[in-house]
């Protein structure tokens, strides 16, 4: 199984990027996904998922309004579009899947995702 991210770059504050994250070895239909992040010195914090069952997506507060989670299953890759960023956006951005979620909550946390991607790094400038 691999999850391959990308689409990170620099970008101005109220810039947009879309991230992608394709998988290979597991069909993304039937897992849940996730994108988290790391900014310097931080630990990992989630930012938004999509459920395994329906599609739904999930978003932290942080990026509500702004980021779109979205999945395409017949490519087996995930997408975040990111919008109006801003510098505090800034962080390496992981995407994950997993398949033993156990509430809505639970896709909010890093222990329930089994596979990992290497990272694609964001920039935004002020």
């Known amino acids: 199984v691999q999850l391959q991210a990308s689409g990170g770059g620099l970008v101005q504050a109220g810039g947009s990027l879309r991230l992608s994250c394709a998988a290979s070895?597991?069909?993304?239909?039937?897992?849940?996904q996730g994108w988290f992040r790391q900014a310097p010195g931080k630990e990992r914090a989630f930012v938004a998922a999509?459920?395994?069952?329906?599609?739904?997506?999930y978003y932290a507060d942080p990026v509500r309004g702004r980021f779109t989670i979205s999945r395409d299953n017949a490519k087996n890759t995930m997408y975040l579009r990111m919008d109006s960023l801003e510098p505090e956006d800034t962080a390496v951005y992981y995407c994950?899947?997993?398949?033993?979620?156990?509430?809505?909550?639970?896709?909010?946390?890093?222990?329930?995702?089994?596979?990992w991607g290497q990272g694609t790094l964001v920039t935004v400038s002020s």
């Open positions: 994950a899947a997993g398949s033993a979620f156990v509430n809505l909550r639970s896709y909010e946390y890093a222990r329930y995702y089994k596979y």
């Open positions: 999509i459920m395994r069952s329906g599609g739904i997506p």
């Open positions: 070895g597991l069909s993304f239909s039937t897992y849940g």
